[in-house]
């Protein structure tokens, strides 16, 4: 018996005062909301043009006239979850096309990324499909200036939603889309007026929406269209936010391992960047070098994307991880990417390229060495 597909999850993020409270309150009144289950902080955020369709001695949950769902946050989010299939289940309710979730201001997102992950029950029923963030146009460049978390936010969001652009001069907004491009150069910006904005955003950015059948053995796609896999890596745009140079030092002698660097402004600690290696990659190498990366500085790896081509594979592998953590790699179809290279896209909290290359560089050498 097949298993049901998974259901996307998209993340709303955002500092306090960011908006996300205004959007979420346009979006579940929007019919393509329909079906989707939204997780949010408390019901007073939204409008009162809904009925009670669940009530159990754990949580509530409610039904707009637009058919979106929404339930609130209570502690743990895989049992806030299960709690709110169940209870729709009792009710005879369709189990949701579509979940969002609603993080807190004050935290970052990468342990919710990391959750959906490592936690059984979620990986098996749910898949992340985007990560949103909304920034105050007013407010974000001081923001980003005294809070780390805001940075991260931004950091490893597919999206970014510049919002209350009504409250900041031109000059302002310009200032904060360019420093949202040097936090994350892959990231999508939108501005956004008293949350005026189609629910159609929040959906496909992952993996599942550039390759849909990516880590399973369904094989009739293998040469498909619909893989557009570099789509989701998004590699060029490093490529196209240089800053300094790479010192001579790392430059010389290193056919193998290259890399495009990020900048940054104002005290923003955060680093991303492009990694790719020339030739295909042994096994063990990739498992010593990202092994040892996550041991001495998982903290700080906030996302990393990767598609890799390995010497005991004809086929690539899609790489996802957040801070300590990797999702299971995906094989993809051997003619879903145009190259045989390997590209790492790194997002760091003030982790250097330069520490990601010599670490390469060492496992390379001593695989080398050994054979």
């Given at each position: 018996?097949?298993?049901?597909?998974?259901i996307p999850?998209?993340v709303?993020t955002?500092?306090?005062?960011?908006?996300?409270?205004?959007?979420?309150?346009?979006w579940?009144h929007?019919t393509?909301?329909?079906?989707?289950?939204?997780?949010?902080n408390?019901?007073?955020?939204?409008?009162?043009?809904?009925?009670?369709?669940?009530q159990?001695?754990e949580?509530?949950?409610?039904?707009?006239?637009s058919g979106?769902?929404?339930?609130?946050?209570?502690?743990?989010?895989?049992?806030?979850?299960?709690?709110?299939?169940?209870?729709?289940?009792?009710?005879?309710?369709?189990?949701?096309?579509?979940?969002?979730?609603?993080?807190?201001?004050?935290?970052s997102?990468?342990?919710?990324?990391?959750?959906?992950?490592?936690?059984?029950?979620?990986?098996?029923?749910?898949?992340?499909?985007?990560?949103?963030?909304?920034?105050?146009?007013?407010n974000g460049?001081?923001?980003?200036?005294?809070?780390?978390?805001?940075q991260?936010?931004?950091?490893?969001?597919?999206?970014l939603?510049?919002?209350?652009?009504?409250?900041?001069?031109?000059?302002?907004v310009?200032?904060?889309?360019?420093r949202?491009?040097?936090?994350?150069?892959?990231?999508?910006q939108?501005?956004?007026?008293?949350?005026e904005l189609?629910?159609?955003?929040?959906?496909?950015?992952?993996?599942?929406?550039?390759?849909p059948?990516?880590?399973?053995?369904?094989?009739?796609?293998?040469?498909?269209?619909?893989?557009?896999?570099?789509k989701?890596?998004?590699?060029?745009?490093?490529?196209v936010?240089?800053s300094?140079?790479?010192?001579p030092r790392?430059?010389?002698?290193?056919?193998?391992g290259?890399?495009q660097p990020?900048?940054s402004?104002?005290?923003?600690?955060?680093?991303?960047?492009?990694?790719s290696?020339?030739?295909?990659?042994?096994?063990?190498?990739?498992e010593?070098?990202?092994?040892?990366?996550?041991?001495?500085?998982?903290d700080?790896?906030?996302r990393i994307?990767?598609?890799?081509?390995?010497?005991?594979?004809d086929?690539?592998?899609?790489l996802?991880?957040?801070?300590?953590i990797?999702h299971?790699?995906?094989?993809?179809?051997?003619n879903?990417v145009g190259?045989?290279?390997?590209?790492?896209?790194?997002?760091t909290q003030?982790?250097?390229?330069?520490?990601?290359?010599?670490?390469?560089?060492?496992?390379?050498?001593?695989?080398?060495?050994?054979?």
């Open positions: 018996m097949r298993e049901p597909p998974l999850i998209n709303l955002g500092f306090l005062g960011s908006g996300k409270t205004t959007l979420l309150n346009r579940v929007q393509s909301m329909g079906n989707t289950l939204v997780v949010i408390e019901f007073g955020a939204i409008g009162l043009d809904h009925q009670l369709i669940t159990s001695d949580q509530a949950v409610i039904e707009m006239s979106c769902l929404c339930c609130t946050l209570r502690g743990d989010l895989s049992r806030t979850l299960q709690q709110a299939l169940e209870d729709l289940e009792a009710q005879d309710k369709a189990l949701p096309s579509r979940v969002v979730i609603e993080t807190t201001g004050l935290a997102p990468t342990s919710l990324l990391q959750l959906l992950m490592t936690d059984h029950w979620l990986a098996h029923r749910f898949k992340l499909d985007s990560v949103v963030c909304c920034v105050d146009a007013a460049m001081g923001t980003l200036d005294a809070h780390r978390e805001s991260q936010q931004v950091a490893v969001a597919e999206k939603l510049i919002t209350k652009t009504d409250l900041a001069s031109e000059e302002t310009s200032q904060l889309a360019n949202l491009a040097r936090l994350n150069p892959a990231a999508e939108w501005q956004v007026v008293n949350g189609s629910a159609d955003l929040l959906v496909g950015a992952g993996l599942a929406r550039h390759a059948y990516a880590g399973t053995d369904n094989d009739a796609h293998k040469d498909s269209q619909e893989y557009q896999v570099e989701w890596l998004k590699a060029g745009s490093y490529a936010h240089q300094d140079p790479l010192t790392l430059l010389t002698g290193a056919p193998l290259s890399y990020e900048g402004s104002h005290s923003d600690n955060i680093k991303s960047f492009c990694f290696v020339n030739e295909l990659i042994e096994p063990e190498v990739l010593n070098w990202l092994d040892i990366l996550m041991s001495l500085m998982g700080k790896m906030l994307k990767a598609i890799v081509h390995l010497t005991d594979r086929t690539p592998l899609a996802h991880g957040v801070q300590h990797f299971p790699p995906a094989p993809l179809p051997k879903s190259d045989r290279v390997s590209r790492f896209v790194f997002i003030n982790v250097t390229p330069e520490t990601v290359a010599e670490l390469y560089r060492f496992f390379h050498a001593s695989q080398e060495v050994a054979q």
